[in-house]
Nanobody, 115 residues
């Protein structure tokens, strides 16, 4: 059974930082491209950042320079460090694992940026 479990969401003031983590089980983690996506109220889910099995990272323009994705293949975890947060970063953040047509999602964790 595949499980992706996110943690670390919460309420933070604009300009603040927050770190998300995703623990994966039931997959051969090292071969998966792992990513973070988000969905704000009334909007479609959008890509935030990915970390490929080959070691490459990619970011959406809206978070480039503020967010950092990392992964630990020994612990089967992927993290998202979010700095300089803005109100428009408010969303439910989802962990994603993708490989060869196999695509899995976590349940999501709420991030709210507000004063």
């Amino acid at each position: 059974q595949v499980q992706l479990v996110e943690s670390g969401g919460g309420l933070v003031q604009p300009g603040g930082s927050l770190s998300l983590s995703c623990a994966a089980s039931g997959i051969t983690f090292s071969i998966y491209t792992m990513g973070w996506y988000r969905q704000a109220p009334g909007k479609q889910r959008e890509y935030v950042a990915v970390f490929t099995s080959g070691g490459s990272t990619m970011y959406a323009d809206s978070v480039k320079g503020r967010f950092t994705i990392s992964r630990d293949n020994a612990k089967n975890t992927v993290a998202l460090q979010m700095n300089s947060l803005k109100p428009e970063d408010t969303a439910v953040y989802y962990c994603n694992g993708n490989w060869n047509g196999y695509n899995y999602w976590g349940q999501g964790t709420q991030v709210t940026v507000s004063s």
